[in-house]
């Protein structure tokens, strides 16, 4: 599955979470960290549908290489700006401690971004559009010019 430079074949891999643990965390040894991280990225995704959000995840880093002990996950949530706006505060904090890069990584071993995706026709679509496009190539390459897994 892994190329001879240790990393995914490049383009999305639309896995489900059950894909993601057999391919990321069961075909390692024992005494690799990733059941820790996986365990704390099923514990952050648990906390989004807890306060009914709708999101897509893009994972990155050397959790998707063949790194037996990576630090961390990294990873984007991409949530439509609208379901934002409708938590009330309690649900922002929650939503907060999981896309909060340093927070997220002592909490969940993620270190998470969110991105708010508006449609089209919104005010704010191009920066919406050129942000997605920022994540797209932080996500997309790894260096030098070695396409990822996201």
Same mark, same amino acid.
């Not at 383009?11 to 391919?23: A, M, R, T």
């Not at 002990?69 to 609208?82: F, G, Q, R, T, V």
């Not at 998470?112 to 942000?131: D, G, I, T």
């Given at each position: 599955?892994?190329?001879?430079?240790?990393?995914?074949?490049?383009?999305?891999?639309?896995?489900?979470?059950?894909?993601?643990?057999?391919?990321?965390?069961?075909?390692?040894?024992?005494?690799?960290?990733?059941?820790?991280?996986?365990?704390?990225?099923?514990?952050?995704?648990?906390?989004?549908?807890?306060?009914?959000?709708?999101?897509?995840?893009?994972?990155?880093?050397?959790?998707?290489?063949?790194?037996?002990?990576? &630090?961390?996950?990294?990873?984007?949530?991409?949530?439509?700006?609208? &379901?934002?706006?409708?938590? &009330?505060?309690?649900?922002?904090?929650? #939503?907060?401690?999981?896309?909060?890069?340093?927070?997220?990584?002592?909490?969940?071993?993620?270190?998470?971004?969110?991105?708010?995706?508006?449609?089209?026709?919104?005010?704010?679509?191009? #920066?919406?559009?050129?942000?997605?496009?920022?994540?797209?190539?932080?996500?997309? #390459?790894?260096?030098?010019?070695?396409?990822?897994?996201?």
């Amino acid at each position: 599955m892994f190329d001879e430079n240790g990393n995914l074949p490049p383009g999305f891999h639309d896995w489900s979470l059950s894909e993601i643990k057999e391919n990321l965390v069961k075909n390692f040894s024992s005494d690799s960290n990733r059941g820790k991280l996986f365990s704390g990225y099923c514990r952050l995704r648990d906390e989004m549908i807890s306060i009914d959000l709708q999101f897509e995840h893009w994972i990155d880093g050397s959790f998707c290489t063949q790194k037996i002990k990576p &630090n961390d996950i990294d990873m984007l949530s991409i949530i439509p700006a609208e &379901n934002i706006e409708k938590l &009330n505060s309690t649900e922002k904090n929650k #939503l907060v401690s999981c896309v909060n890069g340093p927070i997220s990584k002592e909490q969940y071993c993620c270190d998470s971004y969110m991105l708010a995706a508006v449609p089209e026709n919104h005010p704010n679509y191009q #920066l919406f559009h050129k942000m997605h496009m920022y994540w797209y190539g932080e996500f997309g #390459l790894d260096r030098p010019a070695l396409s990822r897994y996201y």
